[in-house]
């Protein structure tokens, strides 16, 4: 019986850490984090390159931040919602909102060669590994 009181106290603890720490960027930080949930993404290889998917919907190209370091990627961005004025509301579901997230990548990345393009509500990002972390064939001599 103890047994479980303990295990339920430890995933309290780790709840309570964890809603604690999602208002924390780590902005270019070491672990790979997000406030919340949004944007959503994707993320896989490519030959050499990393290729990352988000969803934002509703937002303008102009209204999103993206920045590289290294091998963390910053994606930023806010919606608003603009209603005439003197509005009557019978229902609001779509809510303002702004993200903030800083993702690890596996390896470094090439800044000067890395694309983004925004069609449809989806942000694609093109990261090119970083020449210097490609690994290089040794000779046996």
Sequence with gaps: MFARLSNAYDTLLAFQEAVENAGKTDYFGQATTYRGSNPRVNIFKS???????????????????????????RIAGKRENHYPEKASFHRIERKDYDFDRTLKLPHRVESSQVKAEYHEGILKIVLPRAEKDKPKNIEIN
């Excluded at 390159?49 to 290294?70: N, Q």
């Design 47 to 73: 030959g050499d390159d990393i290729i990352l998917t988000a969803e934002v919907p509703g937002l303008k190209k102009e209204d999103i931040k993206l920045e590289i370091k290294e091998n963390l990627l």
